[in-house]
């Protein structure tokens, strides 16, 4: 019997899956670890702390499964979208923790890019606006204010980039990896846009000359990392990319229209489309599967999982009590009680934007807020107002991106932690008036990194992807009476943010 490992480098822990070539899963090992938030709006990790995740999840995974290290045929890494990439010098040794998509720092340089550079022309080359969650915005921002760092960098690589240096001494990009970080990827050639670095002042040559896409080799396992790792030296490993596609790719979206939404830490929507128009809003990527031919367009929340894992640690201690007392889950108390609260919470509206937002906002200051309050609701109706908070930033995602999609299938597919949640599901349904369907598996984009490997070595073939490895269930239909009051409420959500967007700033300023 042949296997693959798949392995996905998130914001908050890596996990690996050793599958076989019917996609069933033999062994996992996940490792977790946290971002580093040194100042306000500041989200920051050091690759060897990736690296060491890596190492610790594939070597458990070989002891877990006890098949021959001659059986792994092929390793494919999934990684978070790095940002301004790991800043390395000629040895690739990093030389400052790398500014993650969640980083919101690059304001001024937003605004230098704004004011000098031909927008119309970067959108129209890259497919993707100006924004501080842009990694090509956070590399300017190296620039200026480490300039000792700045001086010393030979390349920025994405985290799978760096990752897979590191196993085989090869260097790459891949061209999701590459697109995703905007401003500096002509998308149309797919390849690095010498007219953009050019007029941004970002050396060509910190851009890595070899691009690939995803499901290439990109080389072989070296003898020290396969005796680390349990597997034998040379065995291929793939580019890989970032990991929303490739949670897209794991929810078997392989074709133009199909569109997936991945909730964890934050929200990514997105669908497969063969050309972008950047005035939409929305990020746009060649995708991990027929990436030559395919665009995967997202639009997203920054703190999606985050927002209730940040309303949970601060606000709901008497769950937490409960949970550690009775040895239920904190989040399924909450669940339970928030099921009795009608849809639209009473009149509350919560806007997700705790650290800035993206699409369609586009607002690094934006700032997440509260409406509506008042002495009856309690702290049951604010977890609601969450989850529907963020199901509105997914429906606001959807609309932005249905401008520039052919069509959409008549199914929203949601992977990602906040699939757990039965009442989650049932609001996205409501809200967005999709069917939600959701994978039985639980590892999604791993389980796309696997699927990648197991049709680059052949396990795989090419209609085998359309249908790929995963079983979907339906998990909620919209209800025709919470359909018109989210459609109420929606509306009220979408005043929110202009008449509070001043406020928002003055408060950013002082």
Request: aromatic share 8%.
């Amino acid at each position: 019997m042949d296997y693959v490992i798949g392995v996905d480098i998130g914001t908050q822990s890596t996990k690996a899956l050793l599958v076989d070539a019917h996609g069933t899963l033999i062994a996992q090992h996940s490792h977790g670890y946290r971002v580093d938030t040194p100042k306000v709006r500041w989200a920051e990790q050091w690759p060897q702390v990736w690296l060491a995740a890596v190492e610790a999840c594939v070597a458990q995974c070989m002891v877990k499964a006890g098949v021959e290290q001659a059986q792994v045929k092929a390793l494919c890494i999934s990684s978070l979208y790095g940002g301004s990439g790991i800043a390395v010098d000629a040895q690739i040794t990093p030389l400052h923790p790398c500014l993650i998509w969640m980083d919101r720092r690059a304001g001024e340089q937003v605004q230098w890019v704004r004011e000098h550079m031909d927008l119309e022309r970067l959108l129209a080359i890259t497919g993707n606006s100006v924004d501080s969650y842009y990694g090509f915005t956070k590399m300017l921002w190296l620039k200026q204010h480490r300039p000792e760092v700045w001086a010393s960098t030979r390349y920025l690589l994405p985290p799978n980039s760096y990752i897979n240096w590191c196993l085989t001494g090869a260097l790459a990009v891949d061209h999701s990896s590459a697109g995703n970080i905007g401003g500096v990827y002509d998308v149309a050639a797919r390849s690095w846009s010498g007219e953009m670095l050019d007029a941004l002042g970002i050396p060509h040559s910190m851009m890595p000359e070899r691009l690939v896409y995803s499901g290439e080799v990109v080389g072989g396992l070296l003898e020290d990392w396969a005796a680390r790792l349990g597997l034998q030296a040379a065995t291929p490993v793939l580019a890989g990319g970032v990991d929303a596609a490739m949670a897209t790719l794991a929810a078997g979206v392989t074709q133009p229209g199909n569109h997936v939404a991945m909730i964890g830490t934050s929200m990514c929507w997105g669908y497969l489309n063969q050309q972008v128009d950047a005035h939409h809003g929305l990020v746009s990527m060649p995708h991990v599967y027929n990436g030559h031919r395919d665009l995967y367009i997202f639009g997203g929340a920054i703190t999606a999982g985050a927002s209730v894992s940040w309303f949970r640690e601060q606000f709901c201690q008497a769950e937490e009590h409960q949970a550690q007392a009775t040895g239920q889950d904190s989040l399924a108390l909450l669940e339970q009680g928030a099921m009795t609260i009608p849809a639209g919470s009473e009149g509350l509206l919560f806007l997700p934007y705790l650290m800035g937002e993206r699409s369609p906002v586009w607002d690094d200051r934006a700032s997440g807020s509260f409406v509506g309050l008042n002495l009856y609701h309690t702290r049951l109706h604010l977890y609601r107002a969450v989850l529907e908070g963020v199901s509105f930033a997914l429906r606001h995602n959807i609309e932005a991106g249905t401008q520039g999609a052919h069509s959409l299938d008549p199914r929203l597919i949601v992977v990602g932690g906040a699939s757990h949640s039965d009442l989650w599901m049932q609001i996205i349904a409501d809200v967005t008036r999709y069917p939600v369907y959701t994978l039985v598996q639980e590892v999604e984009a791993a389980l796309g990194a696997a699927l990648l490997a197991a049709h680059t070595v052949g396990m795989v073939s090419d209609g085998q992807m359309d249908k790929g490895w995963v079983q979907l269930t339906l998990r909620a239909q919209p209800k025709r009476e919470n359909v018109a009051i989210y459609d109420q409420a929606f509306s009220e959500y979408l005043k929110l943010y202009p008449a509070l967007k001043p406020i928002m700033h003055n408060l950013q300023a002082t």
